[in-house]
């Protein structure tokens, strides 16, 4: 886990930082150097305040959503699922670069946060059992596979034996 973060936090801004350079460059070649640059910086503001504002709006709709469930007293399992992908959304198109704006965006239209909100709820049904334990059910997350350890395996071939 800790390596993936590690490369999320390293990898992922680096790659904006080289896109925004030859973006910044191929601007610069056209209409100079001084444009170029208001451009690109321009470009990263409009994202930000169109996202912020976008973000604001679905996620006044996500709350009306969830209040509207709970008033009919439905659990707002995909509406809490759809706030939790606005919210990510909205942090990615604070974040500067191009890369992050277009998977923020994509998170917060409507149609393409239904793909995202699938697959997470399927992944998470996938790692998620429900037992049932006097009268209450039990939600049990299955742990992340790893290799046993020694002990563990004297133990289940002790059992198996």
Not at 9 to 30: G, Y
Not at 35 to 48: A, D, E, M, P, Q
Not at 66 to 93: K, S, Y
Not at 95 to 124: M, N, Q
Request: zero cysteines; proline letters at 4%; charged letters at 15%.
């Amino acid at each position: 886990m800790f390596i993936r973060l590690l490369l999320l936090f390293t990898l992922i801004p680096f790659i904006e930082l080289v896109i925004l350079l030859q973006v910044h460059h191929a601007i610069s070649e056209v209409w100079g150097n001084g444009v170029g640059l208001l451009i690109t910086v321009g470009t990263i503001i409009f994202t930000g305040i169109v996202g912020a504002a976008l973000a604001r709006q679905q996620g006044l709709s996500v709350i009306r959503q969830v209040q509207q469930q709970m008033g009919q007293a439905q659990v707002p399992g995909e509406a809490l699922a759809d706030g939790i992908l606005v919210l990510i959304g909205a942090a990615l198109l604070l974040t500067p670069g191009f890369l992050t704006d277009i998977f923020g965006f994509s998170l917060l239209i409507p149609g393409s946060r239904r793909f995202y909100r699938h697959r997470i709820i399927k992944w998470f049904q996938q790692r998620v059992r429900v037992h049932k334990s006097g009268g209450a059910d039990v939600f049990v997350v299955d742990p992340v596979e790893r290799e046993p350890s020694i002990n563990e395996v004297e133990r289940m071939e002790s059992d198996n034996l």
